[in-house]
């Protein structure tokens, strides 16, 4: 800039001062040496501004007048240099034109000159001082276009005028990266030569050597690589230029940048890496990997170069990816692998490629959608071939309960669907909201899939987790033809969601007259009412649908006055006028007041001729009235037989309950109808089932004192017990085997009701049968205790010689004894009392039997009464005094009539417990044998080991170990067998259970070890097995002391050579301080005191 523009703190030149001051004089003088008009002051102002500012009119006018001269000159420079017209631009020169002059978009003559490749121009603009590296309105420089351009001498001639080779436009590009992207590897070299930075990026990151490998310029690349330009630039997205060049498919540059020293595995931001670009290109990915790139290295949403080659069906890198072994089975973020994205876009070649090399074809995503589910979903009928050809699961659901089939319905590919069904797909896969894909087929409208779906025999009538059947979808989208199809194929017409509205209540709320009127043709019921109590006709009021409303009364009338005729002629047993009602296509499923439909009218009224008429019209055989009665379950309390077996014939359940849960095995029981109870049996009626009483058919008919039909109901239980076992089915449920004890609400069973009631006959073949002697009620009343009260002695006495037990007691307490004399019963009193004396002397001998060992006076006596677990006062069994006193053969009897082998007396102990103290091994194995626990412990939580283990009993604690005896179970004061075996001396026991693992250093409450236990008890050899099993020698109780002090104060010498030998501690004291030696003084143990001075023990520690 020329002195003349000089500028001051507030950027004001001499022009703006003498504009402001309105000196004219001095601004013309200024102005004809060429100062610049166009400056600007830091408040923005330029001289017109500042002589605006202070109203000098004469300088305005003089400034804008040399403003316009000057423009034209400046005008006239730029098009010469534009043109290349030399003497043009020279013409502008002398009058005076600006050298650096900018036209709108800011470019000088340089510029211009440049731009068109004009050297001559642009030698004499320098020549004239201009600024060479004046920048255009984006920043671009005249070496910048030269560079571009590739106009070596301009470039030279621009450098050699010294302009800026580092100078970027506004958007970074700097003269070199203009080069590099054009590929001219000459003016590169130029530019570098004269100090062009090879690693300044544009605004986007990307460095010279990351465009020549974006554009493939594989020269240039090599010129920059050897000018130490960093292969592993990045831009801004962290890509690098091997990236770049391999997603190019540049082999050339990808081998120039790994051989040198390129990151092979860089990533990056969205973690890919080069080889992940490669994919499209072989020969790139085949260079990666010969330079050992991570085969399997995924990008941020877990998706590996093999994925990437199987979406973009890549065969051929897909196939060398596979042969360098890359991981088939990687899944991405979302759980797909490359199997599911080669299916996802119907690769076939890459699918069939992946199986072949081992690809697994029912591989689940992170919603268990598995390759079949991807390529229903698409209609890639190919690819769903493939995999099931591959043995793909073709009803695998994804996380919603989706198959295959539903895929392809979602997708409406009515191709895909046809082709899943021929290859066994099941057509009523129901997803997690029980949607069938007929349901969705439905509710999307396809009446082409509808139709597929119904040919393979798809299901009208599942409904959904709301209820909604296939026809209340249809109803509610007026699909007539959809409906048509349905209605064809069996759907219920009725069905009500879970809303209870069915099919015409939707149609009547949606308006849908088309559908409406078609349900009704098919004798929709308008009677129905959903949950909250609205009709059809109700719901098409609400909603304002006059025609639907009209249409639905004037069918409700004509079905009303055909309605009547057909109840009151089926009641009247009128055959002609049935037939004609039927004719005239009357609904036969129409009923009363009472919910009787014509077939249950008929059997009321017992005319069998229109019940076979109904029948053959396919009336509904199990239709209940508002009671839940059934025509069977009439007919078997009516006893009528011919009809029940007509009803049976025709299908009718036998075991529908109503109301109150009463069957019509119930009914005929109650009743005494003998031939309707066989037949009712014969067609498979379950004998438990109750009513809401809890009454049974087999209550029912004691009840009412049938004792046939009891003698009935029980012989069908044992015939049912002699079918062969493999003959049975072994899903039958256990609820169907006949149960005589099945109680009552009230909890009375059958043999409970025969006793109050003193039917004796009942009593005693209930008994023959296996009734449960004591089973008591509610009031904890046995079947003797209602006889008793009752004063029944003729049931008292069968009661009593089938050993029913006196001793129960009811929830007051009271024994059966206290009852009968109570309710002032001597009788019975007495022959209560004379069979417990009986019992009382029975028990106490087979408990000294056993206790003596006396084998066959045990056996009498059960026989007489068998009580195998009476106790005598201290709770004791006959098997528990038999295991005590070591008797094998009372035992081995005892057990084998099922005595419970871990019962347990008043102390906790049980038989196991009793024989392991004593010793008795033979015992032992024998209630181990039946099931004995080995584990369960007394009252002192001692264990048969622990016992055993106490008693020194080496054969039991082996017998126990090899069963698997718990060797660590702790008494209450945290005793261990072992430690009872070291306090004992017992030196076998002690090595067996060492030997078995058990812990060597296990601590008491009070922390005593097995070690301290021997020593204190003077155990040499114990203490020296422990120790060499690994036992701490100086282990200290809760007080402190050691096994050295223990042995000292008790003056056993050699345990303490034992201990010392082991480098016991021979100075550590209790908590009170004192020392083993002191310890051995107290007591008065010279020839201890000399042996731990001889090992430098000391009073203190």
Same mark, same amino acid.
């Given at each position: 800039m020329a002195s003349i523009d000089l500028q001051d703190n507030i950027g004001k030149t001499a022009l703006m001062y003498g504009a402001a001051m309105g000196h004219i004089d001095v601004v013309r003088?200024?102005?004809?040496?060429?100062?610049?008009?166009?400056?600007?002051?830091?408040?923005?102002?330029?001289?017109?501004?500042?002589?605006r500012q202070h109203n000098r009119t004469d300088v305005i006018a003089l400034l804008e007048e040399r403003y316009q001269e000057r423009m034209a000159i400046n005008t006239q420079l730029l098009s010469g240099c534009l043109q290349g017209n030399a003497e043009e631009v020279r013409r502008a020169l002398k009058r005076g034109a600006s050298i650096d002059c900018v036209d709108v978009n800011k470019r000088t003559p340089l510029l211009l000159a440049v731009m068109e490749n004009h050297e001559e121009i642009a030698r004499l603009i320098l020549d004239n001082k201009a600024d060479v590296n004046a920048q255009n309105v984006v920043g671009r420089t005249a070496l910048s276009i030269a560079a571009q351009e590739g106009s070596q001498r301009l470039v030279q001639l621009l450098v050699g005028s010294n302009a800026n080779v580092n100078l970027a436009d506004t958007t970074g590009w700097t003269p070199l990266l203009y080069a590099v992207k054009a590929g001219h590897s000459d003016i590169v070299q130029q530019l570098l030569e004269n100090g062009a930075d090879c690693e300044a990026p544009n605004d986007a990151g990307q460095t010279p050597l990351v465009v020549a490998a974006r554009y493939g310029n594989a020269n240039v690349a090599d010129l920059l690589v050897k000018h130490d330009a960093s292969v592993n630039s990045a831009d801004r997205n962290r890509t690098t230029p091997l990236m770049f060049a391999a997603k190019g498919g540049y082999d050339e540059i990808v081998r120039l940048l790994v051989t040198g020293g390129a990151d092979i595995n860089a990533q990056d931001v969205n973690g890919e890496t080069a080889l992940f670009h490669a994919v499209p290109s072989h020969r790139c990915a085949s260079l990666l990997l010969d330079h050992r790139a991570s085969i399997d290295l995924p990008n941020e949403k877990g998706v590996t170069p093999l994925m990437r080659a199987a979406e973009l069906g890549h065969d051929e890198s897909l196939a060398l990816l596979l042969d360098r072994n890359a991981n088939i089975e990687a899944s991405n973020a979302d759980g797909w692998t490359a199997l599911t994205y080669a299916a996802t876009n119907n690769q076939r070649v890459v699918a069939s490629n992946l199986l072949d090399h081992g690809a697994k074809v029912d591989c689940r995503d992170s919603v268990e959608n598995t390759p079949l589910l991807h390529a229903a979903r698409g209609g890639n009928t190919d690819i769903i071939c493939l995999l099931l050809d591959?043995?793909?699961?073709?009803?695998?659901?994804?996380?919603?309960?989706?198959?295959?089939?539903?895929?392809?319905?979602?997708?409406?590919?009515?191709?895909?669907?046809?082709?899943?069904?021929?290859?066994?797909?099941?057509?009523?896969?129901?997803?997690?909201?029980?949607?069938?894909?007929?349901?969705?087929?439905?509710?999307?409208?396809?009446?082409?899939?509808?139709?597929?779906?119904?040919?393979?025999?798809?299901?009208?009538?599942i409904v959904d987790d709301t209820g909604e059947s296939p026809l209340i979808a249809a109803a509610r989208g007026n699909f007539g033809d959809i409906m048509r199809l349905l209605i064809a194929h069996g759907t219920s017409i009725d069905t009500q969601d879970n809303a209870g509205k069915s099919a015409l209540m939707?149609?009547?709320?949606?308006?849908?007259?088309?559908?409406?009127?078609?349900?009704?043709?098919?004798?929709?019921?308008?009677?129905?009412?959903?949950?909250?109590?609205?009709?059809?006709?109700?719901?098409?009021?609400?909603?304002?649908?006059?025609?639907?409303?009209?249409?639905?009364?004037?069918?409700?009338?004509?079905?009303?006055?055909?309605?009547?005729?057909?109840?009151?002629?089926?009641?009247?047993?009128?055959?002609?006028?049935?037939?004609?009602?039927?004719?005239?296509?009357?609904?036969?499923?129409?009923?009363?007041?009472?919910?009787?439909?014509?077939?249950?009218?008929?059997?009321?009224?017992?005319?069998?001729?229109?019940?076979?008429?109904?029948?053959?019209?396919?009336?509904?055989?199990?239709?209940?009235?508002?009671?839940?009665?059934?025509?069977?379950?009439?007919?078997?309390?009516?006893?009528?037989?011919?009809?029940?077996?007509?009803?049976?014939?025709?299908?009718?359940?036998?075991?529908?309950?109503?109301?109150?849960?009463?069957?019509?095995?119930?009914?005929?029981?109650?009743?005494?109808?003998?031939?309707?109870?066989?037949?009712?049996?014969?067609?498979?009626?379950?004998?438990?089932?109750t009513n809401d009483e809890g009454e049974s058919a087999l209550i029912k008919a004691v009840q009412n004192c049938h004792e046939h039909v009891v003698q009935i109901l029980l012989s069908h239980r044992e015939d049912e017990d002699q079918y062969d076992d493999s003959e049975c089915d072994s899903d039958t449920d256990e609820d169907d085997e006949f149960n005589v004890d099945l109680p009552t609400n009230t909890g009375r069973t059958a043999l409970i009701i025969a006793a109050h009631l003193g039917h004796a006959d009942i009593v005693q073949v209930l008994l023959d049968t296996g009734a449960s002697i004591d089973l008591a009620d509610g009031r904890g009343w046995s079947p003797l205790f209602h006889a008793a009260d009752q004063g029944h002695e003729h049931v008292v006495s069968p009661l009593l010689e089938y050993k029913a037990d006196t001793s129960l007691q009811d929830e007051a307490g009271q024994t059966?004894?206290?009852?009968?004399?109570?309710?002032?019963?001597?009788?019975?009193?007495?022959?209560?009392?004379?069979?417990?004396?009986?019992?009382?002397?029975?028990?106490?001998?087979?408990?000294?039997?056993?206790?003596?060992?006396?084998?066959?006076?045990?056996?009498?006596?059960?026989?007489?009464?068998?009580?195998?677990?009476?106790?005598?006062?201290?709770?004791?069994?006959?098997?528990?005094?038999?295991?005590?006193?070591?008797?094998?053969?009372?035992?081995?009897?005892?057990?084998?009539?099922?005595?419970?082998?871990?019962?347990?007396?008043?102390?906790?102990? #049980?038989? @196991?417990?009793?024989? /392991?103290?004593? %010793?008795?091994?033979? &015992?032992? !194995? $024998? *209630?181990?044998?039946? +099931? =004995?626990?080995?584990?369960?412990?007394?009252?002192?939580?001692?264990?048969?080991?622990?016992?055993?283990?106490?008693?020194?009993?080496?054969?039991?604690?082996?017998?126990?170990?090899?069963?698997?005896?718990?060797?660590?179970?702790?008494?209450?004061?945290?005793?261990?067998?072992?430690?009872?075996?070291?306090?004992?001396?017992?030196?076998?026991?002690?090595?067996?259970?060492?030997?078995?693992?058990?812990?060597?250093?296990?601590?008491?409450?009070?922390?005593? #070890?097995? @070690?301290?236990?021997? /020593?204190?008890? %003077?155990?040499?050899? &114990?203490? !020296? $097995? *422990?120790?060499?099993? +690994? =036992?701490?020698?100086?282990?200290?109780?809760?007080?402190?002391?050691?096994?050295?002090?223990?042995?000292?104060?008790?003056?056993?010498?050699?345990?303490?050579?034992?201990?010392?030998?082991?480098?016991?501690?021979?100075?550590?004291?209790?908590?009170?301080?004192?020392?083993?030696?002191?310890?051995?003084?107290?007591?008065?143990?010279?020839?201890?005191?000399?042996?731990?001075?001889?090992?430098?023990?000391?009073?203190?520690?």
């Open positions: 003088l200024l102005l004809d040496q060429s100062a610049d008009l166009d400056l600007r002051s830091n408040d923005s102002r330029t001289a017109q501004g500042w002589a591959r043995g793909a699961d073709i009803d695998a659901e994804n996380s919603w309960g989706e198959t295959a089939l539903r895929q392809a319905v979602n997708k409406g590919d009515s191709t895909a669907a046809s082709l899943l069904l021929e290859r066994g797909a099941a057509v009523d896969a129901a997803d997690e909201t029980k949607t069938t894909p007929l349901m969705q087929a439905t509710r999307l409208g396809n009446q082409e899939m509808v139709e597929v779906l119904l040919e393979w025999y798809a299901d009208s009538n939707h149609a009547a709320f949606a308006g849908q007259i088309d559908a409406a009127r078609l349900l009704l043709d098919e004798i929709a019921d308008l009677s129905l009412l959903s949950c909250a109590g609205f009709s059809a006709l109700d719901y098409a009021k609400q909603q304002n649908h006059s025609d639907v409303a009209l249409v639905l009364e004037t069918t409700h009338r004509e079905r009303e006055e055909i309605k009547s005729s057909l109840l009151r002629s089926a009641a009247e047993g009128d055959v002609k006028m049935v037939e004609a009602a039927v004719r005239l296509n009357a609904n036969i499923e129409v009923r009363d007041q009472d919910g009787n439909t014509p077939l249950l009218v008929a059997v009321i009224n017992n005319h069998e001729e229109i019940l076979k008429l109904m029948l053959e019209n396919v009336a509904d055989v199990n239709a209940q009235n508002v009671r839940g009665r059934t025509a069977l379950s009439v007919a078997s309390e009516k006893n009528q037989s011919a009809i029940a077996w007509t009803l049976l014939d025709c299908d009718a359940e036998s075991d529908v309950a109503d109301s109150r849960r009463c069957t019509p095995l119930m009914y005929a029981s109650e009743a005494g109808n003998e031939g309707i109870i066989k037949l009712l049996l014969d067609s498979g009626a379950r004998i438990n089932s059966v004894l206290n009852v009968a004399e109570k309710s002032g019963r001597n009788r019975v009193l007495a022959l209560l009392r004379a069979y417990q004396r009986e019992r009382r002397e029975n028990a106490a001998a087979l408990l000294d039997a056993a206790s003596n060992g006396r084998v066959d006076e045990v056996r009498t006596a059960l026989a007489t009464d068998y009580r195998i677990e009476v106790r005598d006062k201290d709770g004791c069994t006959a098997l528990l005094l038999a295991s005590r006193t070591g008797h094998e053969d009372v035992v081995r009897f005892l057990l084998n009539a099922d005595a419970q082998v871990d019962a347990q007396n008043k102390l906790s102990v #049980t038989p @196991l417990l009793e024989a /392991a103290y004593k %010793g008795h091994a033979g &015992v032992v !194995r $024998l *209630l181990i044998f039946h +099931g =004995a626990d080995a584990d369960k412990a007394d009252d002192e939580n001692s264990t048969a080991l622990i016992l055993a283990a106490q008693a020194g009993h080496e054969a039991v604690v082996r017998l126990l170990l090899q069963r698997g005896a718990n060797i660590n179970a702790q008494a209450n004061g945290g005793e261990t067998a072992l430690h009872k075996a070291a306090q004992n001396g017992c030196l076998g026991i002690v090595s067996l259970l060492l030997a078995c693992g058990a812990p060597v250093d296990t601590g008491d409450e009070e922390r005593w #070890t097995p @070690l301290l236990y021997a /020593a204190r008890e %003077g155990h040499h050899d &114990v203490d !020296r $097995l *422990l120790l060499e099993g +690994g =036992a701490s020698v100086d282990a200290r109780t809760r007080t402190g002391e050691t096994a050295l002090c223990k042995a000292a104060f008790e003056g056993h010498l050699e345990v303490i050579n034992v201990l010392i030998e082991h480098d016991a501690a021979v100075n550590l004291a209790n908590a009170k301080g004192w020392t083993p030696l002191l310890f051995a003084t107290q007591s008065g143990h010279n020839a201890v005191v000399r042996l731990l001075l001889e090992n430098n023990a000391s009073f203190e520690e």
